[in-house]
């Protein structure tokens, strides 16, 4: 016979409030709130955007590497840019489709934190971007005889790899500053993956360091981008208000249209899931959920797509091709 033990009752060890922890935390990702016997469907054209993103900026690194006249300073910056659109892609797909077709909802903290840094990582690589190729159209509008000469392939290197390693350290720290975190057994996040921000949320001990460094990461890249992006464009604009002829001008303005859309692209759903996030506390869960999404998978679909239209020499390259494909099918 067992006598009764002395110490600690097990019933109240395993009977905890939700605000202790037994081992590392779990997190409960949220799809759309009300829409569960929904998910197969709204998981079409979310997958649609998935596929299309994939596509098309393989497409744009497979022309710009394959096609010897696409070897200059801008396009090597729009590989860029199409790499950092598949990364961030990379990054949400797994829990996404997980939660839509699986209801697959719960996440361990390890990969949950991975998953942050590679979301935040890579929108800060893709901000750092997005102004290279500004100095990029500012060169080529400023100092077009010296375009080639300032942009060689070496400081478009050096370029590169800052923007990556400025993202890749600047986000470091907070892992490890939510790792000295306490969190409840169960966590419930707002949204299919994981944001810095929706962490924080959950938080059960003081975050006010970590909250601190996020809004730092934020100002010393997203917004320090912004702000030279508008002076680049306004050095532009003088430059290009000087010119004589009208058709020159256009001509000139022509060359930005596809990195403006790019940045209107990757800066409205930010800014729009900021506002939301602090002045629409009372709108329905899944408006957040959309900002959110539109925020991580709008970028990478749209660059794509408007540099194919909007870029002369790479959608002559992609019909060639297209054509040239087809025309040797029908031949054998």
């Known amino acids: 016979m067992i006598g009764r033990s002395k110490g600690k009752n097990p019933w109240r060890t395993i009977m905890l409030s939700s605000n202790a922890t037994l081992g590392p935390p779990a997190f409960f990702l949220t799809g759309f709130p009300g829409l569960e016997s929904a998910h197969i469907w709204i998981s079409i054209p979310i997958c649609s955007m998935y596929l299309v993103s994939i596509a098309g900026n393989c497409t744009i690194l497979f022309m710009i590497k394959t096609d010897p006249t696409l070897h200059e300073p801008m396009y090597y910056f729009l590989s860029m840019l199409a790499l950092s659109d598949l990364g961030l892609s990379s990054a949400t797909l797994p829990t996404m489709l997980s939660v839509l077709w699986f209801n697959r909802r719960w996440i361990h903290f390890d990969a949950c934190l991975a998953q942050m840094y590679f979301i935040h990582t890579f929108s800060i690589i893709e901000s750092g971007i997005l102004l290279s190729m500004a100095f990029d159209r500012l060169v080529a509008i400023r100092n077009p005889l010296r375009y080639t000469s300032i942009l ?41 993956f994981c944001l810095h921000q929706d962490i924080l949320k959950v938080v059960r001990s003081d975050r006010r360091l ?109 019909v060639k091709k297209f054509w040239k494909d087809k025309g040797s099918r029908e031949a054998s």
Do not use: W
């Open 152 to 192: 060689t392939n070496d400081t478009i290197v050096k370029i590169g790899v800052g923007v990556a390693l400025r993202a890749a350290f600047l986000v470091f720290p907070t892992s490890f500053l939510l790792k000295t975190m306490q969190y409840g057994r169960t966590n419930v996040l707002s949204y299919p």
């Open 210 to 318: 970590s909250s601190i460094y996020g809004l730092m990461v934020v100002l010393t890249s997203m917004a320090v981008d912004s702000v030279l992006l508008m002076a680049s464009y306004l050095m532009i604009l003088k430059t290009v208000l000087s010119i004589a002829s009208k058709v020159e001008r256009l001509r000139t303005l022509n060359t930005c249209i596809s990195h403006i859309c790019a940045v209107i692209t990757f800066y409205t759903p930010m800014i729009g899931l900021s506002m939301i996030r602090r002045y629409g506390k009372n709108a329905p869960p899944v408006v957040h959920i959309l900002m959110a999404n539109v925020y991580l998978l709008v970028p990478p679909l749209m660059n794509p797509i408007v540099y194919s239209v909007k870029t002369k020499q790479i959608r002559t390259r992609i």
